[in-house]
């Protein structure tokens, strides 16, 4: 059983920039797949990115391109999301996903991970 746990939410000003974390207790991270998606009020749960086991391949959705980066230390059971030039239409919980195989067509669907962190809120002001 994987346990995640996500870190650096919080609220910050349009355009701004927060740094989420997501430490896994599994020692050997190494071999899942790492996401984050995120679910605003009333909305359904949306992908957000998506690393591969190695770090080599990275995936995000349209509306996080160019200002969200996912990054992973498999040595330090962490997974990262930093996000620059933050919008009020990216407040939503943040939630930290695992899985040890998933088909590249199927990265953005929530169901095919197994393992999910707690949530951490963040929260940018309209």
């Known amino acids: 059983q994987v346990q995640l746990v996500e870190s650096g939410g919080g609220l910050v000003q349009a355009g701004g920039s927060l740094h989420l974390s997501c430490t896994a207790s599994?020692?050997?991270?190494?071999?899942?797949?790492m996401g984050w998606f995120r679910q605003a009020p009333g909305k359904e749960r949306e992908f957000v990115a998506t690393i591969a086991w190695s770090g080599d391949r990275t995936y995000y959705a349209d509306s996080v391109k160019g200002r969200f980066t996912i990054s992973r230390d498999n040595a330090g059971n962490t997974v990262y999301l930093q996000m620059n030039s933050l919008k009020p239409e990216d407040t939503a919980v943040y939630y930290c996903?695992?899985?040890?195989?998933?088909?590249?067509?199927?990265?953005?669907?929530?169901?095919?991970?197994?393992?999910w962190g707690q949530g951490t809120q963040v929260t940018v002001p309209s």
């Open positions: 599994e020692r050997t991270l190494r071999k899942y797949v």
């Open positions: 996903a695992a899985t040890d195989s998933i088909l590249e067509t199927r990265i953005a669907t929530s169901g095919e991970y197994t393992y």
